[in-house]
């Protein structure tokens, strides 16, 4: 069986986009599946026509300038007719059994297009609703034209697709409210590579000692600074933690677009001496950063995006045998279990962050548990062959078909 994955964008570019992909493609090769991959103009680094990485070999479909380009949605358009283009060619040279899109809309449009011409059958997976995050972004606003359409434009796909597969039970009722039968979805979850994620013994001494942090209670986030992920509410918690405990530390590994506002903060609220901000690191020396943190704070914001969409972080922290302190979101609450792979707080609530983080620093007896479930939790239910095999039950099906 040989699938023609449609991608927004690809490794060697870094995102939690690009990982999942790669661990999908891994774990397909591993099942004897053949795939083919090409990505849409949306892919930024500069690359040939045919580019190998890793083990992969990647079409890229080159922008070619158009009218449209600075016409709004007219420009996205342009961007679906040049990849519908370039998935035809792949189809004529490869002649895949399967074509799978993935996120956003705008590959699932090209591959229903090239799926009627060469009369196959279409996978679409929904990785999150692009437009919500547009609004966290500040790009496009709810009730707005470009939101409206963004929309408009995923529902026609989930409903002219084959099959749909998503990420998450949030996305999946979310798409099965559109109209869509629950017997057309499947969800792929969010998985860890539990290889690479071993668990962490030893913390890294000399960064320890680098960033002064030898003795300390750590608390931690890794990744990119986005409005949603509530970080300003984490410092805004910090100093009732402090009064508490003045041995806690909090590390901010990352960057982003609240990148200056955090630093504001730390600034407005004196935490200087409590607050380390690395700035982004390189991605060789992220387990480094992970080794010094006892507990990972996770303080997503309620909002659609957060409420349907499951983040790969905490499992990433559970799978290496770290605390997690998150909020009560829905895409936290698929994740983990209050009180047994780690705790939950009141989403929007600094005072209750504050309680649950200084009760569970308080609890060490418990450490132990936490870190067992959370990791056994990962082995057994969010591993990628677990995950992966989930496809079994769906190309087959449309191929017979």
Known sequence: MKILHILDHSIPLHSGYTFRTRSILKQQRALGWETVHVTSGKHTAESPLTEQVEEFLFYRTPLQPSLMDKLPLLNQLAIINQLTKRVCEVIEETKPDILH????????????????????????????????????????????????????????????????????????????????GNNKITVIPNAVD???????????????????????KVLGFIGSFYAYEGLLLLLDALPAMIR????????????????????????????QEYVITTGRVPHTEVQSYYSLVDIFIYPRLAMRLTELVTPLKPLEAMAQGKLVVASDVGGHKELIEDGVTGR?????????????????????D???SYKLQGRRYVEQERNWPVSVNRYSKVYPALIKS
Request: glycine fraction near 8%; include cysteine.
């Open 244 to 271: 508490q405990n003045s041995d806690i530390r909090l590390l901010l590994v990352g960057g982003g677009p609240q990148s200056d506002m955090i630093n504001s903060k730390i600034e407005a609220l004196n935490l």
């Open 344 to 364: 939950l707080f009141k989403a929007g609530d600094k005072q209750d962050l504050a309680r649950v983080v200084l009760e569970m620093l308080d609890q060490t």
């Open 194 to 216: 539990v290889e690479k994620f071993s668990v962490i013994t030893h913390s890294d001494a000399v960064l320890a000692e680098q960033l002064n942090l030898q003795n300390k």
């Open 366 to 368: 418990d450490w132990p």
């Open 101 to 180: 899109a993935h996120s956003p809309a705008l590959t699932g449009v090209a591959a229903l297009r090239a799926g009627r011409k060469y009369g196959l059958p279409v996978v679409y997976e929904c990785r999150g609703f692009w437009e919500d995050a547009a609004v966290d972004h500040g790009t496009c606003k709810e009730d707005g034209v470009r939101y409206k359409l963004t929309r408009a434009l995923e529902t026609y796909v989930f409903k002219h697709a084959d099959a749909v597969t998503t990420i998450c039970e949030g996305l999946r009722k979310n798409i099965s409210e559109r109209g869509i």
